[in-house]
């Protein structure tokens, strides 16, 4: 039977793991599925799934960076065309959206302006109205971020779908099948203040004010219907 399969990249830090869960516990619940209906691969521990397994994918955020090459991402970005080619439903978060960008032929590494942390408001481009994700959504769009790189070229043939003040691609599509969003659908208010809080030395090494981000941080619930419709975009079987 096909699966959605939710590919592993990294894991949160040890104490949100220990009191909320993984990035793949985020996923699976916000996606709106039951249990049966996804699997979880650690891609750094196995090859990604044969192709006819997969009815759906989502590939999670890491702490790992796409310039590191690391053989397992490598791997990774090696099976995705293959994937778009079958017009398989795919959603790239953070890590994932910079690992679709780069295997496509696009291209990522630092954020120019430096990490991007919090809840920001995004800017959607007229192709975004009619784009199944992120189509219709209440205004202001707001998400959580958390990233110090981000994509910095699109891959040919990508639609630019939303940006925010600091990160010029937000989101894109490929093939009205495959999705990259550089924000965290599945991160809440809570999240993404325990990474500022994480990361707070290394933010401000870099001239970001931890503080000031920690009070850009508010619920956003309009990323988590980005997940939530991507569950049901995946589940129906569209491939428009």
Do not use: N
Request: aromatic share 8%.
């Amino acid at each position: 039977m096909k699966t959605l399969f939710i590919l592993k990249t990294g894991s949160t830090l040890p104490e949100l793991a220990a009191r909320r869960g993984d990035f793949e516990d985020w996923i699976s619940a916000g996606l709106g599925l039951p249990p049966e209906a996804t699997r979880v691969l650690d891609v750094r521990e196995a090859p990604p799934p044969p192709y006819e397994d997969v009815s759906a994918a989502v590939i999670t955020g890491s702490h790992a960076m796409v310039t590191d090459h690391a053989p397992w991402s490598e791997r990774l970005a090696d099976w995705l065309p293959g994937l778009i080619a079958r017009r398989i439903p795919l959603l790239g978060i953070c890590y994932g959206h910079q690992l679709l960008a780069y295997a496509l032929g696009g291209a990522a590494g630092e954020a120019p302006a430096g990490p991007e942390y919090g809840t920001v408001t995004l800017t959607l481009e007229a192709a975004a109205q009619s784009d199944p994700l992120l189509g219709d959504l209440p205004e202001p769009l707001e998400v959580h971020v958390s990233h110090f790189q981000s994509v910095l070229a699109l891959p040919q043939g990508a639609i630019h779908l939303a940006s925010s003040a600091q990160e010029p691609y937000q989101a894109f599509v490929v093939a009205g099948c495959a999705w990259g969003v550089q924000f965290h659908p599945e991160f809440d208010e809570d999240i993404v203040a325990t990474y500022i809080r994480a990361y707070a030395s290394e933010l401000q090494e870099r001239g970001v004010e931890p503080q000031a981000r920690l009070e850009t941080c508010r619920s956003a619930r309009q990323g988590a219907q980005v997940l939530r419709r991507f569950g049901r975009w995946a589940r129906s079987g569209s491939r428009e």
